[in-house]
């Protein structure tokens, strides 16, 4: 079965600190896409970040980094220096190809960066 | 700015009716999906459209409906509503397959 799961619900930070987020995946499909999405509390859905299920290199945008570990089926986001403006709910979703690009998405991640 | 326009932002309306959520795509983006978000079943995929055409379908009940025209704006219809429909609806677009989907604002729909 096709799943996301992200174990967990909360995380604090520091201000300025970095923070991992944990994400692995389900799959048996060869080629997929991985992505991040932030949710503030006004609720919009922010893309963050994307990694190919064959690129060779780790995503990085920015501030967020994505820790891509094919055998180990993870895909943790790494946000460096955090700021007040993190806190927020992180989704991790992954597109299998076979699955015309729709989002599986796992239960997210509370962040909250403390001053 | 997402670039993708979802109308209206909020809905409220009473059990047994039916409502239109709108959406816009990005300029250039020829597939839309359609997302539930609730507190129990979480984000869950819908339907998508690629240019006008069904393309994919997910958990989607058979009160609800879609269509994408041809000026590639979509429309999601929800009818003989419920309470546990109360939900935010997200509206997203790709340029293709297993390119980030980028949403709208939502429009949050709750049922009295």
């Known amino acids: 079965a096709q799943k996301i799961t992200q174990t967990q619900p909360g995380m604090f930070v520091q201000e300025k600190e970095a923070v991992t987020l944990d994400c692995t995946y389900d799959t048996s499909d060869p080629s997929y896409g991985l992505f991040w999405y932030k949710q503030p509390s006004s609720g919009e859905m922010i893309f963050l970040i994307y990694?190919?299920?064959?690129?060779?290199q780790n995503a990085t945008e920015g501030r967020y980094s994505l820790n891509f570990q094919k055998a180990r089926k993870s895909a943790n986001l790494v946000i460096s220096a955090s700021q007040l403006g993190d806190s927020a709910m992180y989704f991790c979703?992954?597109?299998?190809?076979?699955?015309?690009?729709?989002?599986?998405f796992g239960a997210g991640t509370r962040l909250a960066v403390h001053p | 700015d997402s670039g993708v326009t979802q109308t209206p932002k909020h809905l409220i309306t009473a059990t047994g009716q039916r409502v239109t959520l709108r959406c816009s795509p990005r300029?250039?983006?020829?597939?839309v999906y359609w997302y539930q978000q609730s507190l129990d079943q979480g984000l869950q995929f819908l339907i998508q459209y690629y240019n006008g055409e069904e393309r994919a379908k997910g958990n989607i009940l058979e009160r609800f409906s879609a269509q994408q025209f041809p000026d590639l704006h979509s429309e999601l219809n929800l009818s003989s509503l419920e309470l546990g429909d109360s939900a935010l609806y997200f509206c997203?677009?790709?340029?293709?397959?297993?390119?980030?989907?980028?949403f709208g604002d939502g429009t949050r729909l709750s049922i009295l």
């Open positions: 979703a992954m597109s299998p190809r076979g699955g015309y690009n729709k989002l599986i």
């Open positions: 997203a677009s790709s340029v293709g397959d297993l390119q980030p989907q980028h």
């Open positions: 990694q190919g299920s064959y690129d060779q």
């Open positions: 300029s250039g983006d020829l597939s």
